[in-house]
């Protein structure tokens, strides 16, 4: 590696380990996102830190984490006291469910690790270990606990993550976030230009997410798209030459920052943490079957706002976009999010007519969930409904099971359970 590209390169092997390491949590099933793991895990770390404390840890604005203590308490996973210094004060307790899920989540991060590291020998990898730490102390980055049950390497891609401000909205202190970076990165390092399908493909993150940075990248005269002869449907993007000033002066100024926090190292040293975290790239995806998630109610807005969100997406991606005022009801409404790793896998959404819940959209990922899947999620949203599991009234109107939204075999199984179906 020449000495003047060896910073570059090392900054490319933390995006792909963090790229790879996030794509195998995303096969193994865990009832934390990313965020909510990390929120526990600092909060477990410092038990009297406050909401204000993880703005400024996490760079995350003060409004989001609100909404995800709001959500972590509605969870169960925390509760809110009141301090005895202050009766105006609260602070945040685990509950026992709290630490259940925090427990599973250390093991969790010890099976990911445990994968993402397959191709390290034990003494490659304690040597990692060493120096991504030494790394992280050169960055500054804020302590943490090796926790009983996790790999070592997993409280150093914390520390690294928040060092870093992976999870807030400047990522490396520039004005993009990773997810913004990661999309212009990859557009970058395409020698014709991507398209679309591609990016989707390479993202972990959500079709509308990037398809809502990549409008404002053209906005903003970033990116160029343009379609290939004798394909106008497809559309291919590009850096402009704006936007490639912009990227190499992210990438100088992204370089010189590792630069600074590795002045400790010995340019064998930044090289050979460099090709270890190339390794964990290199390690083969494992063949995980996904069966694990979890069905949560909507109760608050960053949750009905993911909702819409993804019922749009499907719609859109279905062809069926010219329906929407048809799926989209103004009038109140329950919704239910079945995720898995941060990710929805499915929307039941009712509506009460007369007191009796309708079952008004069902939209489900049968790529990832089988029929099984499709059972529990209605057996559970409508308990959780009618605070029952049998003999009560639901109703389904046919145009959902015309739509394809529930299937005739779902519907006998569900009658077979002694509820009692009925159309409008």
């Not at 865990?30 to 909510?36: A, G, I, K, R, T």
């Not at 590291?117 to 040597?127: D, G, M, T």
């Not at 790239?281 to 069905?295: E, H, Q, V």
């Not at 049998?390 to 939204?405: D, F, H």
Request: glycine letters at 4%; aromatic letters at 8%; proline letters at 3%.
């Amino acid at each position: 590696m020449a000495t003047l590209n060896i910073y570059t390169q090392l900054h490319d092997s933390i995006l792909l380990t963090q790229r790879k390491m996030r794509a195998i949590r995303m096969l193994l099933p865990s009832d934390l996102s990313p965020v909510e793991s990390i929120i526990l895990s600092h909060l477990a770390y410092d038990t009297n830190r406050s909401a204000s404390d993880l703005v400024n840890l996490l760079g995350i604005s003060k409004s989001k984490i609100s909404r995800l203590l709001n959500q972590l308490v509605s969870m169960g996973c925390l509760s809110m006291e009141t301090t005895f210094e202050d009766k105006r004060g609260r602070r945040l307790v685990f509950t026992e469910y709290g630490t259940k899920l925090l427990t599973e989540a250390d093991q969790l991060n010890s099976r990911i690790s445990q994968l993402g590291c397959s191709l390290l020998s034990p003494r490659e990898h304690l040597r990692m270990v060493e120096l991504f730490r030494k790394l992280n102390n050169g960055l500054k980055a804020p302590p943490e606990k090796l926790r009983e049950g996790e790999g070592l390497f997993a409280p150093e891609q914390r520390r690294a993550v928040i060092a870093l401000g992976m999870l807030g909205e400047s990522y490396m202190g520039n004005e993009f976030n990773l997810t913004q970076f990661q999309i212009l990165n990859d557009i970058a390092k395409s020698k014709s230009g991507i398209g679309f399908k591609d990016l989707d493909d390479n993202l972990p993150f959500s079709t509308s997410k990037i398809s809502r940075y990549l409008s404002d990248f053209e906005n903003n005269n970033i990116i160029s798209k343009f379609s290939p002869k004798g394909d106008k449907r497809q559309k291919i993007y590009s850096l402009t030459n704006n936007g490639l000033s912009i990227y190499n002066n992210l990438i100088e100024i992204f370089s010189d920052k590792l630069a600074n926090a590795a002045e400790n190292f010995t340019t064998d040293e930044v090289e050979e943490l460099t090709s270890l975290l190339l390794l964990i790239n290199k390690a083969p995806m494992p063949d995980i079957k996904n069966t694990g998630f979890m069905l949560r109610k909507c109760e608050t807005s960053d949750m009905f706002f993911r909702a819409r969100e993804y019922l749009v997406e499907k719609l859109v991606t279905e062809g069926r976009h010219k329906m929407l005022d048809q799926f989209i009801i103004p009038d109140s409404s329950i919704c239910h999010l079945a995720i898995w790793n941060d990710k929805i896998l499915a929307l039941l959404e009712f509506r009460l007519d007369k007191k009796v819940p309708l079952i008004h959209n069902f939209l489900i990922d049968r790529k990832v969930l089988n029929y099984n899947d499709e059972i529990n999620i209605l057996r559970e949203g409508i308990a959780n409904i009618t605070k029952t599991k049998k003999n009560t009234k639901i109703l389904i109107p046919y145009s959902t099971v015309r739509e394809g939204m529930i299937s005739e075999k779902v519907l006998e199984q569900l009658s077979a359970d002694s509820y009692t179906i009925t159309d409008l």
